[in-house]
């Protein structure tokens, strides 16, 4: 399958758009006709053809301007990219994982050549032919994990796992839901955990934690979670609140198909064999909610997701000033008739709305 | 499905070391590369004994960056169930065998700024790795290894050999015995310790530790429990609506296995927590031996690691 690239921003202009192939294959992150958080994990074996859970590392027509995006915003704030002295290893360990996976899943675009410690790497929709030595980091412009992340869609978080806890001890994080690696380095899974509301009481961080340490070498996991945003942006961080939160306001019932945009992360998590430490790729996908629409089933779902919705989740994913707005938009497409459950699109099965 | 993902290899090596201690080499069957680990991984050997599948854990000794084979190192246990007696007396090169992937509970901390390894008897085989990881990285180690005898003290030799410096072996015929307080008050700031050997060693170093003020984060331990056998008993499975016999030489992990009961696991020895099961009611006394759940759990009742723990007496009901 060739790809191909679109060429977008996710600043300023937002010229960033989803092809119709890329809105059918949208990681739609709700199984039924409500959402509450729950220990959603499940192997990272595959899934349909095409679909955001095929390959090991997904690979759309956002790759290019997704990583000029991510060269953009390290160029301004260098601590997005940040890996403590004993980590190194596991960036070794990443960059292996990600070079040998996407050679082996995209051999079309790209390659990897390796002769012992001698390695060639040739990613071709970024131009990039280097050839280095594994595991010395004087053979590349800069250390292993920020070299790979630069290649690869998605925030990444490294985790040192000790004392019965992971780490935050190292990460690339640039299109982030609103939290900080340069806030959040050194903390472990309660501490970084500590905003989220409801979910400790649940005691989902708990068999979450066991869950993730028991990860073994082998066999990767998977879960979606999701959030809102306005404007197709990718760094909605703390440190630049101050430049998208105002844009919050900015929505109108005329603009909000387009400006509106359901964020999903596509999160995995993968056992390092060398470090034994555990990487967290947290991939984003974006969709306007006027291409989400197209999809019946999804149009009657986010409806009543997000009306039933309980207001602390609404909260802490900064939508409740806006859910009113939204509600307003969305029941338009919401005609009350059941929905098929899963998250696939069932284009072929799902009745078209009937208002 | 329960346990780590699985590799079907060919035993290539069988090399007895000494009385009680024999070495194994496995390759893929398919002559493909195994994956790489960490120092202090284990795998889990399976072994069809009889009617019996066993599936035993080994610390993976050989260089952690070498993809063409893994060693372990097995010692004869004769009081045990026989998973090592199967690996002595059966076990010959050329078999076929499954092992798992390679799954660590044992790793290194990457921050130390030394390490400090402490091993009793075949407690040896992950250091023996974590010896070759650190070599390749420029780390800074140290080894305090005991033994029975000269005859008995695995690799003690080629130890010496290669790193005089690092490496100090005792032998307790020569009454020689490693003088934990003066060896623990001269290391630097920064020291992990890490202890592999039999329970009363790893119980004497943490306490010994804990005493001098080191911190809990910097004791590492490793003891791989071998399921012990013990008397037959009876177990109600509530979800599966069975009632099964654990019989003297097998696990009650095993007994569910084989009557198709799929039960969790991972390290099979007692360490990783997986196995966890909630106890439903019970008449008679658990016989505790893992190492995850804590003082106040064994004690509870409410929670058995089917691994590695065993019971006595009227009723126990698992739900499972
Ligand atoms: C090691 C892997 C993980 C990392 C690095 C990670 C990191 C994070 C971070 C940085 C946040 C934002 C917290 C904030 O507001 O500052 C977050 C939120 C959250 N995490 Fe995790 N997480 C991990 C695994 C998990 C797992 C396995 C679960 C399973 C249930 C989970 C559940 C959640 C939930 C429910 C939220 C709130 C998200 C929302 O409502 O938008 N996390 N996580
Ligand atoms: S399987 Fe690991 S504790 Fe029982």
Request: aromatic share 10%; charged share 25%.
């Amino acid at each position: 399958m060739t790809i191909q690239f679109n060429n977008e921003s996710f600043r300023d202009d937002y010229s960033f758009y989803n092809s119709e192939r890329a809105i059918k294959r949208f990681p739609f992150p709700f199984h039924e006709d409500s959402y509450m958080y729950s220990v959603n994990m499940e192997q990272h074996r595959g899934g349909p053809v095409d679909s955001v859970y095929e390959m090991r590392f997904d690979v759309d027509e956002h790759y290019v301007s997704e990583m000029r995006d991510r060269a953009m915003v390290l160029a301004d704030d260098p601590l997005r990219c940040q890996s403590l002295p004993h980590m190194t290893l596991a960036g070794w360990d990443l960059l292996e994982l990600i070079m040998v996976s996407k050679s082996e899943d995209y051999p079309d675009l790209f390659e990897l050549h390796r002769d012992g410690n001698k390695w060639r790497w040739i990613n071709k929709p970024l131009g990039i032919d280097h050839s280095f030595t594994f595991l010395d980091e004087a053979t590349l412009p800069c250390g292993p994990m920020e070299y790979i992340t630069r290649q690869a869609q998605g925030d990444f978080a490294v985790l040192d796992q000790r004392d019965d806890n992971l780490w935050m001890d190292a990460g690339m994080v640039t299109t982030q839901a609103d939290w900080s690696l340069d806030f959040d380095i050194g903390m472990n899974f309660f501490e970084w955990h500590a905003p989220v509301p409801l979910a400790h009481e649940k005691g989902i961080f708990v068999r979450a934690l066991k869950f993730l340490m028991n990860i073994q070498q082998g066999a990767p996991a998977r879960r979606l979670n999701w959030t809102m945003t306005v404007n197709p942006l990718l760094d909605t961080s703390p440190e630049n609140y101050h430049k998208w939160g105002i844009q919050k306001t900015e929505l109108t019932p005329q603009n909000i198909g387009a400006k509106q945009h359901l964020r999903v992360e596509l999160q995995t998590f993968f056992r390092l064999p060398r470090s034994n430490a555990l990487v967290f790729p947290i991939r984003c996908y974006l969709c306007s909610f006027q291409d989400l629409m197209g999809v019946p089933k999804w149009g009657r779902r986010l409806h009543r997701v997000i009306r039933d919705l309980p207001e602390e989740l609404a909260t802490y994913k900064g939508f409740i000033d806006n859910r009113p707005m939204m509600l307003d938009y969305l029941k338009d497409f919401d005609d009350g008739l059941p929905t098929s459950p899963g998250i696939w699109p069932e284009l072929d099965t799902e009745p078209p709305l009937t208002r | 499905m329960s346990g780590a993902e699985k590799i079907t290899v060919k035993v290539t090596e069988v090399v007895p070391l000494n009385e009680l201690v024999t070495r194994f080499r496995f390759e893929r069957a398919d002559g493909g590369l195994l994956p790489t680990f960490s120092g202090g991984a284990h795998t889990v050997v399976e072994m069809h004994d009889g009617g019996i599948t066993r599936l035993n854990p080994y610390s993976l000794m050989s260089d952690p960056m070498d993809q063409t084979a893994y060693t372990i190192s097995v010692r004869r246990d004769d009081e045990g169930r026989g998973g090592s007696l199967f690996m002595h007396q059966q076990v010959k090169a050329g078999d076929e065998m499954v092992i798992s992937f390679p799954v660590n509970l044992f790793s290194l901390d990457l921050r130390a700024k030394k390490h400090l390894f402490l091993a009793g008897g075949i407690g040896i085989t992950p250091f023996l790795a974590q010896i070759k990881q650190l070599q390749r990285f420029n780390g800074n180690w140290e080894l305090h290894y005991a033994c029975r005898s000269a005859a008995l003290g695995s690799y003690a030799d080629e130890l010496t050999d290669h790193y005089p410096n690092e490496t100090h072996v005792y032998y307790d015929d020569e009454k020689q015995t490693i003088d934990l307080v003066n060896l623990l008050d001269g290391q630097p700031l920064g020291t992990h310790v890490y202890v592999c050997g039999p329970k009363g060693m790893i119980d004497w170093v943490r306490k010994t530790a804990a005493a001098e003020g080191w911190p809990r984060e910097a004791i590492h331990y490793e003891e791989f429990l071998a399921p012990q056998p013990g008397k037959p008993f009876e177990v109600k499975l509530a979800i599966s609506n069975k009632t099964i016999e654990v019989g003297e030489n097998e696990s009650l992990l095993e007994a569910m296995e084989r009557e198709n009961v799929d039960a969790p696991y991972l390290c099979r020895g007692g360490a990783c927590g997986q196995c966890e099961t909630r106890v439903i009611d019970y008449a008679g006394n658990f016989i505790h031996r893992d190492h995850w759940l804590d003082d106040a759990e064994h004690a509870g009742g409410e929670k058995i690691m089917p691994c590695v723990s065993r019971f006595e007496g009227k009723t126990l009901v698992l739900d499972r």
